[in-house]
C-alpha cells in the first residue's frame, strides 16, 4: 500500500452496505458464472487460472476476481470464519492476504505457523467458503505493519540493504520461503487447493532499489514449486519499475484516473486488468484525525471500475487489528516518524466496532455467530459536544462507569467534540422470580445528556473469554485513573494446592488465572478471598491477570496475597 490522505465524513451502515450490494450485484449479473456452475469448486483440476486474453479465465471460462482483503494476523482466529462468511455474503469470490514474515520468523532460525499463525489453516477454511485465494508473500508486505512485514533482526548486520540481492537480505528470505512455500504449495489450485495467483514482492516499483531483486523473487517462488499465476502489485508509477517477466501486472488506486487504465493496456495489451488494491478507506496516524472515504466518492468508482470490465480487490474488506507492537510508522516526520494507530480499521466495509444509531443490549449485538453477549461487560462510545447532566433513565443494567477521554465522568463542563464513553458490566441475571423476561444486560434504551437523546454509537462486546487476555503487555508509568487490565506472575515452587486469593487496597473487577476466570471481587464484601482450586496453577511460573474497573489504590506492581495452603 501506498501513502496519501483522504478525509470526509463516517459512512453511514445503509451506504456500506449499498456499496457492498452494487458489488454483489455485479457478480449476479455481470457474470452468472459461479451461480451457473457451482461445481467449479469440486471439479477436476485441468487448466487454473490465466491472463491470456482481455478476461481472466479459469478453466477456460470467464472469470472476474471480486476480492477483499483480509489479514489473518489482525483477525483473532475465533472470528476468522466469521469476517470470511461476511465477505462471502457480500458477493465477493477472492480472499487476498498477506504473510508477514516478522511474525513467523521471530528470532533467526525459530519459526511460528502455530494458533493465530497457522496460514494453512486459514487458506484451507477460505476454501472450505467456496473462496478462490490471492497470496501475497512478500518477504515485504508494507501493510502499514512493523518493517513493513520485515524482521528487525536484519538489521542486525551493519552492511543490510533489504529488498535487494544483498546475499545477507536473500539468504535470509531464502531460508523464510524455504519454510512457507512448502506450506502453501499443497493448497494450489493445481493441486486442489483455493490459491489461484501468487504476489510477487508488493509495490517495488515505489523502491527499485535493485534491478535484479524482483527476478529474484520470483525465481524464489517458482523454484520452491510455485505454479498458479503470478502477479505484482504497483502504483502508475511505480509500473514502469515494479514489473518483472513473467508476472501480470495490476493496478492500486482510490480514485479512478482513465488516463491510468489506459496506460497498464499500452504496456499489457490484451491481458485482463485488475486493481489489486482498491483503497476502501485509509490507515490512521496517532495525533491525527480518522481517515474515511464517502459512499458519494466510492460508489461512482466502483461502479466504473465494473463497467470496465476489470477485476477488483477491496483493500481492505476488514482491517482488524495492529495487535502487540506491530503497528508501522510513516516516514514523513522530522525527527521522528509518525505511528500508525493500534486499530486498522482503515474505514473499511466490515470493522470492528459495531455502530448502531441507537445503544443495543447485549443479547442483541451480532457477536458470536449472531448469539448475542451473555456476560462481560460492554462499551459504549458516542461523541458530544458539550457538557451537562446525564439521565439513564434506569437503561444501564446493571452498573457503568462513565469516561470523558479516559477519564471517570459523572457531571462534566466542556467545549468541542469529545468522546463520551459508558463501560456497562452485567452483573448477574436473577434467577427466580417473576422478573426472568426482564434480564436484558447493557444499555437497554435510551440515555439522555442534558434532555436530549444520545445517538450514533459504536459498541465493544468486551466477553472476557479465555483468549481476551491473551496478547502484549506493557508497564504502566503512573497509577492509572481508568479500568485497565494488570499482569502479575505467580512463582509456585512446589505441587500446587488449593488456595486463596486477595487483593487488599483493590475495588471491583475480575481475575485470571492462567487463562481461567476466577470470578468476580468488590471490597464492599462480605466475600474478600477469590478460591484458586490447585489443579489450576502450575509449578513453575503463573500468569494472574486482574481487571480493575473501580480504581481505589495501586501502588507499584500487583498485591496479590495468596493465602492457607501455599508453600
Same mark, same amino acid.
Given at each position: 500500500? =501506498?501513502?496519501?490522505?483522504?478525509?470526509?465524513?463516517?459512512?453511514?451502515?445503509? &451506504?456500506?452496505?449499498?456499496?457492498?450490494?452494487?458489488?454483489?450485484?455485479?457478480?449476479?449479473?455481470? $457474470?452468472?458464472?459461479?451461480?451457473?456452475?457451482?461445481?467449479?469448486?469440486?471439479?477436476?483440476?485441468? =487448466?487454473?487460472?490465466?491472463?491470456?486474453?482481455?478476461?481472466?479465465?479459469?478453466?477456460?471460462? !470467464?472469470?472476474?476476481?471480486?476480492?477483499?482483503?483480509?489479514?489473518?494476523?489482525?483477525?483473532?482466529?475465533?472470528?476468522?470464519?466469521?469476517?470470511?462468511?461476511?465477505?462471502?455474503?457480500?458477493?465477493?469470490?477472492?480472499?487476498?492476504?498477506?504473510?508477514?514474515?516478522?511474525?513467523?520468523?521471530?528470532?533467526?532460525?525459530?519459526?511460528?505457523?502455530?494458533?493465530?499463525?497457522?496460514?494453512?489453516?486459514?487458506?484451507?477454511?477460505?476454501?472450505?467458503?467456496?473462496?478462490?485465494?490471492?497470496?501475497?508473500?512478500?518477504?515485504?508486505?508494507?501493510?502499514?505493519?512493523?518493517?513493513?512485514?520485515?524482521?528487525?533482526?536484519?538489521?542486525?548486520?551493519?552492511?543490510?540493504?533489504?529488498?535487494?540481492?544483498?546475499?545477507?537480505?536473500?539468504?535470509?528470505?531464502?531460508?523464510?520461503?524455504?519454510?512457507?512455500?512448502?506450506?502453501?504449495?499443497?493448497?494450489?489450485?493445481?493441486?486442489?487447493?483455493?490459491?489461484?495467483?501468487?504476489?510477487? =514482492?508488493?509495490?517495488?516499483?515505489?523502491?527499485?532499489?535493485?534491478?535484479?531483486?524482483?527476478?529474484?523473487?520470483?525465481?524464489?517462488?517458482?523454484?520452491?514449486?510455485?505454479?498458479?499465476?503470478?502477479?505484482?502489485?504497483?502504483?502508475?508509477?511505480?509500473?514502469?519499475?515494479?514489473?518483472?517477466?513473467?508476472?501480470?501486472?495490476?493496478?492500486?488506486? &482510490?480514485?479512478?484516473?482513465?488516463?491510468?487504465?489506459?496506460?497498464?493496456?499500452?504496456?499489457?495489451?490484451?491481458?485482463?486488468?485488475?486493481?489489486?488494491?482498491?483503497?476502501?478507506?485509509?490507515?490512521?496516524?496517532?495525533?491525527?484525525?480518522?481517515?474515511? $472515504?464517502?459512499?458519494?466518492?466510492?460508489? !461512482?468508482?466502483?461502479?466504473?471500475?465494473?463497467?470496465?470490465?476489470?477485476?477488483?480487490?477491496?483493500?481492505?474488506?476488514?482491517?482488524?487489528?495492529?495487535?502487540?507492537?506491530?503497528?508501522?510508522?510513516?516516514?514523513?516526520?522530522? !525527527?521522528?516518524?509518525?505511528?500508525?494507530?493500534?486499530?486498522?480499521?482503515?474505514?473499511?466495509?466490515?470493522?470492528?466496532?459495531?455502530?448502531?444509531?441507537?445503544?443495543?443490549?447485549?443479547?442483541?449485538?451480532?457477536?458470536?455467530?449472531?448469539?448475542?453477549?451473555? $456476560?462481560?461487560?460492554?462499551?459504549?462510545?458516542?461523541?458530544?459536544?458539550?457538557?451537562?447532566?446525564?439521565?439513564?433513565?434506569?437503561?444501564?443494567?446493571?452498573?457503568?462507569?462513565?469516561?470523558?477521554?479516559?477519564?471517570?465522568?459523572?457531571?462534566?463542563?466542556?467545549?468541542?467534540?469529545?468522546?463520551?464513553?459508558?463501560?456497562?458490566?452485567?452483573?448477574?441475571?436473577?434467577?427466580?422470580?417473576?422478573?426472568?423476561? =426482564?434480564?436484558?444486560?447493557?444499555?437497554?434504551?435510551?440515555?439522555?445528556?442534558?434532555?436530549?437523546?444520545?445517538?450514533?454509537?459504536?459498541?465493544?462486546?468486551?466477553?472476557?473469554?479465555?483468549?481476551?487476555?491473551?496478547?502484549?503487555?506493557?508497564?504502566?508509568? &503512573?497509577?492509572?485513573?481508568?479500568?485497565?487490565?494488570?499482569?502479575?506472575?505467580?512463582?509456585?515452587?512446589?505441587?500446587?494446592?488449593?488456595?486463596?486469593?486477595?487483593?487488599?487496597?483493590?475495588?471491583?473487577?475480575?481475575?485470571?488465572?492462567?487463562?481461567?476466570?476466577?470470578?468476580?471481587?468488590?471490597?464492599?464484601?462480605? &466475600?474478600?478471598?477469590?478460591?484458586?482450586?490447585?489443579?489450576?496453577?502450575?509449578?513453575?511460573?503463573?500468569?494472574?491477570?486482574?481487571?480493575?474497573?473501580?480504581?481505589?489504590?495501586?501502588?507499584?506492581?500487583?498485591?496479590?496475597?495468596?493465602?492457607?495452603?501455599?508453600?
Amino acid at each position: 500500500m =501506498e501513502h496519501s490522505s483522504v478525509l470526509g465524513v463516517r459512512l453511514s451502515l445503509k &451506504q456500506r452496505y449499498f456499496l457492498l450490494i452494487l458489488i454483489a450485484a455485479a457478480v449476479i449479473i455481470t $457474470y452468472q458464472f459461479s451461480r451457473s456452475h457451482p461445481e467449479v469448486v469440486r471439479m477436476h483440476r485441468v =487448466e487454473g487460472l490465466r491472463a491470456d486474453s482481455s478476461q481472466f479465465t479459469l478453466e477456460k471460462r !470467464p472469470l472476474r476476481i471480486l476480492g477483499g482483503s483480509v489479514h489473518y494476523f489482525r483477525v483473532p482466529r475465533a472470528y476468522w470464519e466469521d469476517r470470511l462468511l461476511k465477505m462471502k455474503a457480500c458477493g465477493l469470490n477472492t480472499l487476498t492476504t498477506y504473510v508477514p514474515w516478522n511474525l513467523h520468523e521471530p528470532e533467526r532460525g525459530r519459526f511460528d505457523f502455530e494458533d493465530q499463525l497457522d496460514l494453512e489453516a486459514y487458506l484451507r477454511l477460505a476454501a472450505s467458503l467456496g473462496l478462490w485465494v490471492i497470496l501475497r508473500p512478500g518477504p515485504y508486505i508494507c501493510a502499514e505493519w512493523d518493517l513493513g512485514g520485515l524482521p528487525s533482526w536484519l538489521l542486525r548486520d551493519e552492511k543490510m540493504k533489504l529488498r535487494t540481492t544483498y546475499s545477507g537480505f536473500t539468504d535470509a528470505a531464502s531460508s523464510f520461503f524455504d519454510q512457507l512455500i512448502r506450506r502453501v504449495v499443497p493448497l494450489q489450485y493445481s493441486q486442489g487447493g483455493p490459491i489461484i495467483a501468487v504476489q510477487v =514482492e508488493n509495490e517495488y516499483g515505489s523502491y527499485a532499489e535493485d534491478d535484479k531483486y524482483m527476478p529474484f523473487i520470483k525465481e524464489a517462488l517458482l523454484s520452491r514449486g510455485i505454479t498458479e499465476l503470478l502477479l505484482t502489485s504497483d502504483n502508475r508509477n511505480g509500473l514502469k519499475l515494479g514489473a518483472v517477466k513473467g508476472a501480470l501486472e495490476t493496478l492500486n488506486f &482510490q480514485k479512478l484516473d482513465l488516463d491510468v487504465i489506459k496506460y497498464l493496456d499500452e504496456i499489457q495489451p490484451q491481458k485482463p486488468k485488475m486493481v489489486m488494491e482498491y483503497w476502501s478507506g485509509w490507515f490512521d496516524l496517532w495525533g491525527g484525525l480518522h481517515h474515511v $472515504y464517502t459512499s458519494e466518492d466510492m460508489i !461512482p468508482v466502483v461502479t466504473e471500475i465494473l463497467k470496465l470490465d476489470l477485476s477488483i480487490n477491496l483493500y481492505m474488506f476488514h482491517g482488524g487489528t495492529n495487535f502487540g507492537f506491530m503497528n508501522g510508522a510513516l516516514a514523513v516526520g522530522i !525527527p521522528a516518524p509518525k505511528p500508525v494507530i493500534t486499530s486498522y480499521d482503515y474505514d473499511a466495509p466490515l470493522s470492528e466496532p459495531l455502530k448502531s444509531e441507537k445503544p443495543l443490549n447485549m443479547e442483541n449485538l451480532p457477536v458470536n455467530n449472531n448469539n448475542g453477549q451473555s $456476560y462481560g461487560y460492554t462499551l459504549y462510545e458516542t461523541t458530544i459536544t458539550g457538557g451537562g447532566l446525564l439521565n439513564s433513565k434506569n437503561n444501564i443494567k446493571d452498573r457503568a462507569l462513565t469516561f470523558l477521554a479516559a477519564h471517570v465522568s459523572c457531571i462534566f463542563v466542556l467545549k468541542g467534540r469529545r468522546t463520551l464513553s459508558f463501560l456497562v458490566e452485567n452483573c448477574g441475571r436473577v434467577n427466580y422470580g417473576k422478573t426472568l423476561d =426482564e434480564q436484558r444486560k447493557g444499555l437497554v434504551g435510551d440515555i439522555e445528556l442534558n434532555a436530549h437523546v444520545l445517538r450514533g454509537f459504536t459498541i465493544h462486546s468486551l466477553e472476557m473469554k479465555p483468549s481476551f487476555t491473551s496478547g502484549h503487555w506493557a508497564s504502566v508509568p &503512573q497509577r492509572p485513573s481508568f479500568p485497565a487490565f494488570f499482569l502479575a506472575r505467580l512463582y509456585v515452587n512446589s505441587s500446587p494446592k488449593d488456595t486463596f486469593i486477595k487483593l487488599p487496597g483493590w475495588s471491583k473487577g475480575v481475575v485470571f488465572l492462567n487463562g481461567k476466570n476466577l470470578g468476580r471481587y468488590w471490597s464492599v464484601g462480605p &466475600q474478600q478471598t477469590l478460591y484458586v482450586p490447585g489443579p489450576w496453577l502450575h509449578r513453575g511460573d503463573n500468569q494472574v491477570q486482574c481487571l480493575i474497573h473501580m480504581v481505589v489504590y495501586i501502588c507499584g506492581k500487583i498485591k496479590a496475597y495468596l493465602l492457607q495452603n501455599m508453600k
